[in-house]
C-alpha cells in the first residue's frame, strides 16, 4: 500500500507545471491576452470574455476553462451560468485536434 501511495505522488510531482490535458503543452509561440473582465472584477452570472490569441504554428482556436473545467460549446464570447463566488476563467490555445498548447491566460472573478 505504500509503493502504491508513493507511485502516485511520484506521478503528482511530476505532473506539476504540466498543460490542461495533463502532458507537458507544446510551446508554438502562440499568445493570449485577456482584455475583459479585469482581474477581481464583478460580474454576473453571464460574462463577456474579451480575448486576443496571437496563433502561432500550430494554434487554431482557444479552449475555456472555468475553474479547472472545461467549458464545452463555449461561443468564444461569453461565459455562460456561473454560480456566485469566486471563479478562475482560463483561455488556452489549443490545435486543429483540439490538443491545448503551452499559451494561456487567467483572469480570476467574482460573481455576485
Not at 502516485?8 to 502562440?30: K, Q
Not at 455562460?80 to 486543429?96: F, N
Amino acid at each position: 500500500m505504500k509503493r502504491v501511495a508513493a507511485a502516485l505522488a511520484a506521478v503528482g510531482v511530476l505532473t506539476l507545471g504540466m498543460g490542461v490535458n495533463g502532458f507537458a503543452a507544446v510551446d508554438d509561440g502562440s499568445k493570449i491576452t485577456i482584455t475583459s473582465p479585469a482581474p477581481g472584477a464583478k460580474v454576473g452570472k453571464d460574462i463577456e470574455l474579451v480575448y486576443e490569441l496571437t496563433k502561432g504554428s500550430k494554434a487554431t482556436h482557444a479552449h475555456c476553462f472555468v475553474d479547472g473545467e472545461y467549458q464545452k460549446g463555449w461561443d468564444k464570447k461569453t461565459v455562460k451560468g456561473m454560480a456566485p463566488g469566486t471563479h478562475e476563467i482560463k483561455v488556452v490555445a489549443a490545435d486543429k485536434d483540439h490538443e491545448t498548447l503551452a499559451a494561456e491566460a487567467s483572469v480570476t472573478v467574482e460573481v455576485h
